[in-house]
């Protein structure tokens, strides 16, 4: 169950004249517009009943709606005070869809049912309205939301002793920044957000309930992307950005507990393919280092695009996510390597790390070269200097790679090109079919590999697939495409759907947390 901001109120300040539809107070809703007659007909006797007075008599009103979001439909009920008359009323035909609430109220005036048609815009502790009375009046208000007792807490991802970024119980997000002289200060998060500059010069705002899962943000100040120096930052979208964790309510697969616990190792090698230096992190299991004749299969675990080696360890929480699965016994004790997802040979040219944006001059990255020249590395540096390095079973059947959006890519690359170094193949938002979800021919792509799928079913023995169900549309249909394609084909996939995530890092914790059980069994 999603949970709105639940009370909203909105207070109607006394208007004079109803036939002129005035109104002199600033700050209350916007006034009525005539919409079905001259204010003499039907439309103005309706309104004079709804004012419970003649002509020429003051209302005020007081509105409380109560409302609650299951998935995209929404229910509540509004309940109003007008002239210290009372009324409650049952909301019908209730929907949320992104920002936008529609619903209706049912009243009876005068022995006739009135239908009033509520369309509404969240923003922030607001609800902003339009309100079609029948077929005789229109009127815009604003419904602020009832100050609750405030349950928030700073997030975790935030520097020691920093109490802001705060998030409440239903899921949103308080900001704040100390920026006297600045003019203008957004936040980009899901969306961009105005904030509002207190008399001592702190900005702040609160969000809408955001997805549970971790997601980078930063404050646009006067035109400037900048980090919140409250946050702790993390390398993500090519650059070091803020990010903030919002937990989700009895869900804890990615969270440090108390069983036994492995170690994040991290380690410089020399490649001969760059003729470089390159680091790589390492995850071994709880016992690695208690019985020393043990040998371990391994994960070779990818970062996507605009990341890098720290992805998993850091935003990913791959530690814990694989204590968890090992102390439940939902998964076998492996090595996990992280590697970092380019790499060029000398005199290659300088590559961006993503795509250009609109209307930039820089080249797209050569996506080929770079996952060419990352296949060599693997095969002829990586691969030998970890069976050579840690205690692994250092065969085909006992090595497997995954990876994310970019990573899943290069996964169905590399492990393709080599299934005599790998059985298991894992895609989280990325695979072989490239983004954009065009046509795909199994028989001929990946140099044909697929070609007989009985024989492909009998080396490989897991095609593994992952998407977030609000993934960007190309991404969805490049992953969902590719799996179709192979499943009409006859190859057999375990295909997975991460429920309400998008192209960040709570679908990919999720597509491990569902893959990695399913490894060396």
């Given amino acids: 169950m999603i949970s709105l901001p639940v009370f909203f109120k909105t207070d109607q300040k006394p208007r004079t004249t109803i036939d002129s539809y005035e109104n002199h107070d600033k700050n209350a809703p916007v006034g ?59 909301l019908k035909e209730g929907k949320i869809v992104g920002d936008t609430v529609t619903f209706v109220e049912m009243i009876k005036i005068q022995d006739n049912d009135i239908r009033i048609d509520y369309k509404g815009k969240l923003d922030g502790n607001e609800i902003k309205f339009t309100r079609q009375v029948g077929e005789f009046a229109t009127e815009e208000f604003v419904a602020k939301r009832l100050q609750a007792a405030d349950d928030s807490k700073p997030s975790s991802s935030n520097i020691p002793g920093q109490q802001y970024p705060r998030i409440d119980s239903e899921l949103r997000a308080t900001f704040r920044l100390k920026a006297p002289d600045a003019q203008k200060v957004r936040l980009h998060l899901d969306k961009d957000y105005d904030l509002v500059r207190d008399t001592n010069g702190v900005w702040s705002v609160t969000t809408t309930p955001q997805v549970p899962g971790f997601h980078y943000y930063w404050f646009i100040l006067d035109g400037v992307n900048v980090c919140d120096p409250a946050s702790e930052t993390f390398y993500g979208v090519g650059r070091q950005y803020s ?24 380690r410089w090698y020399y490649s001969k393919t760059t ?13 690695y280092d208690v019985d020393r004749e043990a040998r371990y299969p391994v994960l070779y675990l990818q970062h996507g695009g605009g990341e890098d080696e720290r992805g998993w360890v850091v935003q990913g929480r791959v530690n814990h996510i694989m204590d ?50 990352l296949e060599q590395v693997f095969i002829s540096d990586l691969i030998p200097m970890i069976d050579a390095t840690y205690r692994t079973k250092a065969d085909r059947e006992n090595r497997a790679m995954a990876g994310l959006s970019m990573g899943g890519m290069q996964t169905f690359n590399i492990t393709l090109n080599n299934l005599d170094k790998f059985a298991y193949i894992g895609g989280f938002s ?38 977030g169900t609000v993934e960007p549309p190309n991404m969805y249909a ?27 890092w709570q679908t990919w914790r999720r597509d491990l947390k569902e893959f990695a059980p399913l490894l060396f069994q």
Wanted: hydrophobic content about 35%.
């Fill in 324 to 373: 968890n699965l090992i102390a439940a016994k939902q998964a076998k004790p492996m090595l996990i390597v992280m590697e970092r997802g380019y790499a060029r040979k000398p005199g290659d040219p300088e590559m961006p790390m993503r795509p250009p944006a609109g209307g930039s001059t820089n080249r797209a990255p050569n996506f080929s070269a770079m996952f060419n020249t």
């Fill in 275 to 287: 003729q470089a230096w390159r680091r790589i992190f390492v995850y071994t299991p709880p016992d």
């Fill in 430 to 467: 990325g695979a072989g079919g490239g983004f954009g979800g065009g046509t795909f021919d199994a028989k001929t792509a990946h140099n044909g590999v697929m070609a007989d799928a009985e024989a492909f079913n009998k080396k490989v023995r897991l095609v593994w697939l992952g998407i």
């Fill in 478 to 504: 490049s992953v969902k495409n590719y799996h179709d394609a192979l499943e009409k084909a006859g190859i057999k996939t375990v295909y997975y759907e991460s429920p309400g995530t998008a192209h960040e």
């Fill in 32 to 90: 009525c517009n005539r919409t079905a007659d001259d204010g003499r007909g039907r439309g103005s006797r309706f309104l004079r009943a709804m004012a419970r007075g003649d002509r020429h008599t003051h209302r005020s009103s007081k509105i409380l709606y109560t409302l609650q979001a299951d998935g995209e439909r929404l229910t509540g009920k509004a309940n109003a005070e007008v002239n210290d008359q009372k009324r409650e009323a049952e």
């Fill in 243 to 266: 990010g903030i964790e919002v937990p989700e309510k009895g869900v804890d697969f990615c969270d440090v507990k108390d069983v036994p616990h492995g170690e994040i190792r991290e």
